[in-house]
């Protein structure tokens, strides 16, 4: 217990919900990668097991790794990353390489693929959370403070926006609510969320109506409009019939509902699920609808309640460090991590309209689990100094009472 005590320092509930995440990426990808197995690996559903088990253990270094360091350092160190993710985004809007008809990922050294946005997002909260912390004094100021915090908002999220719409508001969104958070003034808030919602929806309205090659703003409004369509049309007796028409717009979801009405309760039992066969990516944006055909209700409940107690740790860090860089972010980044979890869990029972968010830590891939990995490390590293700072004064007190 001691040698476990001193390998795996920081918050025991938060590494419990990390080891529990990843078991169930074992299990849910697996089951759902047997089609994906069969096109690309000939069949063999062992080596993609094996290869995701190897992303999820780097994900798990990382999150190891990140810890071991004084969270303090991370004030500079995630300073300097946002310098460095604006030309990235840039380069990827450029130059990036095609993913899912989208330019949204940069190849390193022509092997490796990045998404720089999971980069940005974890160096645009950590920058946020620095700058916060040193202008407390001045907090509600509109020209010391709110300014310079915004700005950095809107350029990283106006890069990401063109190619990555979901993952923009996801960001745009945890920002909103961590400079709530940090006290800056709710006035200022409320007319720039107003003043981005206006000029995103002129954007829009100009692309559909002017632009020739829509791209993915196209792609957005479609879904968007297949989504409000959906609670138009009359009640489907047949929804396994309806789902085998490819060219019905919403094929994606209808596909999703099966998998969640056919789970039940308690599900079908692990592997058993029938809709891999014909959800598109069963093994990232719909993960979660395979985990629920398989465990049922009381299996997305759970997976629901670990993302929920990473929030509730993470609140409670920024309780005992309140108007302080550990507390901005460690909240920030659980708020970020969580809202993704929120988001591809509600896309999956129907609840959103479909955006292609993986599932933090669960769903199958590489720069997105290394990254959230990095994230829960920061937090942890957060509560590892908490709780040696708590072991100091206990031995203060213990050596005072002697």
């Known amino acids: 217990m001691k040698l476990s005590n001193k390998i795996f320092q920081g918050d025991k509930v938060i590494w419990m919900v990390v080891m529990l995440l990843v078991l169930s990426s074992l299990l849910a990808v697996y089951s759902a990668t047997g089609t994906y197995a069969n096109v690309k690996y000939n069949g063999n559903n062992t080596y993609t097991l094996l290869l995701h088990a ?60 990045f998404q720089s946005s999971d980069f940005a997002k974890v160096a ?12 407390q004094d001045n907090i509600k100021d509109f020209k010391t403070a709110f300014i310079p915090l915004m700005l950095p908002v809107l350029v990283v999220v106006a890069l990401i926006f063109p190619e990555n719409f979901s993952t923009a508001g996801i960001l745009f969104a945890s920002c909103m609510v961590l400079l709530f958070v940090g006290r800056i003034n709710m006035k200022y808030l409320m007319i720039f969320f107003a003043i981005v919602f206006v000029a995103v929806t002129i954007y829009v309205l100009i692309v559909m109506n002017f632009a020739e090659d829509k ?67 069963p093994y990232s944006d719909f993960v979660y609808a395979i985990i629920l055909e398989e465990y049922g209700l009381v299996g997305g409940i759970v997976v629901l309640m670990l993302y929920m107690i990473l929030l509730f740790r993470a609140v409670a860090i920024m309780a005992v460090r309140p108007q302080s860089f550990g507390g901005f972010l460690a909240f920030g980044l659980a708020f970020m991590i969580v809202m993704q979890a929120m988001v591809n869990m509600g896309v999956a029972v129907g609840l959103l309209p479909v955006t292609g968010q993986p599932l933090p830590m669960i769903s199958m891939g590489g720069s997105s689990i290394m990254l959230t990995g990095f994230a829960i490390g920061i937090i942890l590293s957060i509560s590892k100094d908490i709780n040696n700072e708590e072991k100091r004064d206990e031995l203060e007190t213990t050596q005072n009472n002697n």
């Open 54 to 113: 190897v992303r999820l253990l780097v994900g798990l270094g990382a999150v190891y790794v990140a810890h071991l360091f004084k969270y303090t350092y991370y004030s500079r160190l995630l300073w300097l990353f946002f310098f460095l993710s604006i030309p990235l985004l840039i380069y990827t809007l450029i130059g990036g390489t095609d993913l899912n008809e989208a330019q949204r990922t940069i190849k390193i050294f022509g092997l490796i693929s």
């Open 215 to 281: 791209g993915r703003t196209g792609v957005w409004v479609q879904r968007v409009v297949s989504y409000v369509e959906s609670f138009k049309k009359d009640e489907v007796k047949d929804a396994a019939e309806l789902a085998r028409q490819e060219n019905e717009e919403d094929f994606q979801i209808i596909q999703s509902k099966i998998a969640v009405a056919t789970g039940g309760i308690l599900g079908k039992g692990p592997g058993r699920s029938t809709q891999r066969n014909f959800l598109p990516h």
């Open 124 to 135: 645009l909260i950590g920058y946020l959370a620095r700058e916060l912390t040193l202008r």
